[in-house]
């Protein structure tokens, strides 16, 4: 097992390498596979010859780690194929270990990263630049454990990767919905909130009682997108945030946020430390996790779809913490992914580790060992496989699965995360007299230069 922390300097070695050949039979390979004349006996046999598969993700978690040692691994070797567990400290250190080798020249068959685990604006950075092995996802053969039927509306999340199409570049892993939780000792059902409005109406009664995470942390950036939703002018929701910066155009966006943004700043006084002119804003989900367990705040909002019956289990959330349904109609869900890079030095075996991941088997298992659900499809499996996959869940407390999704919004395109993002950076933790329009503008030139 390693685990690697890519610093610039390495970035910077391999970016300046000499320029290599291509590796003809991995090219024929991967133009084979991406036409569909190859069975998947040969991309099996393939991946044995290769013997190892280099997977690069995010190690910070033990549960995860310890799945994969001892269920990924063994199962990967029944398949000839030895996994070779890459843990880093951040996405982005893969994907700019890939575009710095495929600066020097090594294509497909020669790099160093057979699969990451992604999503968002990592996936986007390698999609624009052409850095993806290809439309590999819908011809594995357990893609049919994903719905991939542009007709069918569940099919959004497996197609669109923050607002992004995936192109069939990258198959769904694992998924997980903003779900917020209440401690129902300290909130009547009555006062729980539904809308923003009801939170502001709560918070007017009870300061001090609520906060979210401190932007840029993910956790926080995606409450502001769905108090942006929410308050978005033409009441269409998330539609408009699905387009790209270029579709949409810096003076929209800001038009689009604005109401959004009035609404976080006049809320600042109501908030956690609100009342002493600055807010205890958390920085990550962990230290909202310690405020909501010791009774500082009320509620708890952040990524987790089964979070409630992980902090109770663990004892890190209160015995009376239950999930609610909140905003309505705007709990963003997005799924994350396994992407083949287009260098990957082993190709065959990293087709052989994606359609693995997308077994029942391998799901249920992650969801068991992790907690992380599932990025399969329930509703295209057998009774038995959906009904094995829903006993291995945590479960939900307060809620039904189907509460949550009946709410259900997608996550605004990776285009725009960064400008919303920076907007509230300025516009509310720096307490900037500029109009937002002023400020989405400055941040959109910002990021395209």
């Not at 033409?234 to 800001?254: C, N, R, V």
């Not at 009946?406 to 933790?429: G, K, M, Q, R």
Request: glycine content about 8%; aromatic content about 8%; some cysteine.
């Amino acid at each position: 097992m390693r685990k690697i922390a890519l610093g610039v300097s390495i970035v910077a070695m391999l970016a300046t390498g000499v320029a290599q050949a291509q590796d003809p039979a991995a090219t024929e390979f991967r133009k084979g596979f991406l036409a569909g004349s190859l069975d998947w006996s040969a991309v099996a046999e393939r991946a044995k010859s290769e013997g190892t598969v280099n997977l690069y993700y995010w190690g910070g978690s033990d549960p995860l780690n310890v799945w994969m040692d001892s269920i990924v691994a063994p199962a990967m070797a029944e398949l000839g194929v030895t996994l070779n567990p890459v843990r880093i400290t951040g996405t982005k250190d893969a994907v700019d270990l890939v575009l710095a080798e495929l600066g020097s020249g090594k294509m497909v068959g020669e790099g160093s990263v057979d699969a990451i685990w992604l999503n968002g604006e990592n996936f986007s950075t390698l999609k624009k630049q052409d850095a993806l092995f290809g439309a590999f996802a819908p011809l594995l053969p357990n893609a049919k454990n994903i719905e991939w039927d542009e007709t069918d509306p569940r099919s959004l999340l497996n197609l669109r990767d923050f607002g992004v199409l995936t192109g069939g570049a990258e198959v769904p892993w694992s998924g997980e919905q903003y779900v917020c939780a209440v401690n129902a000792d300290r909130v009547s059902a009555e006062d729980v909130p539904h809308s923003f409005d009801g939170l502001q109406t709560y918070l007017e009664a009870n300061p001090g009682k609520f906060i979210y995470v401190k932007p840029p942390h993910y956790i926080g950036n995606t409450f502001v997108q769905e108090a942006v939703y929410a308050h978005n002018p033409d009441g269409t929701g998330a539609a408009p945030f699905q387009q790209s910066l270029d579709e949409l155009g810096a003076a929209e966006l800001a038009r689009l946020i604005a109401p959004g943004l009035e609404y976080l700043k006049n809320i600042e006084p109501l908030l956690l430390g609100g009342d002493s002119g600055t807010p205890r804003y958390p920085e990550d989900s962990n230290a909202l996790d310690g405020l909501f367990l010791n009774g500082e705040v009320n509620f708890n909002c952040k990524f987790g779809l089964y979070a409630v019956a992980t902090g109770l289990s663990q004892g890190t959330y209160p015995e009376a913490a239950q999930e609610f349904v909140f905003p309505e109609g705007n709990m963003i869900k997005n799924k994350n992914y396994l992407a083949i890079p287009a260098n990957a030095p082993n190709p065959g075996a990293a087709l052989v580790l994606a359609d693995y991941m997308s077994t029942v088997e391998a799901q249920i298992s992650k969801l068991e060992f992790t907690g992380m659900p599932a990025g399969i499809d329930p509703w295209l499996l057998s009774d038995e496989d959906a009904a094995a996959l829903a006993a291995a869940s945590p479960g939900h407390t307060g809620l039904q699965a189907a509460d949550l999704d009946a709410n259900i919004a997608p996550d605004t395109n990776a285009t725009l995360v960064d400008v919303i993002e920076a907007t509230w950076l300025e516009y509310i933790e720096r307490d900037s007299t500029d109009s937002i329009e002023t400020i989405v503008t400055r941040a959109a030139e910002n990021l395209n230069q």
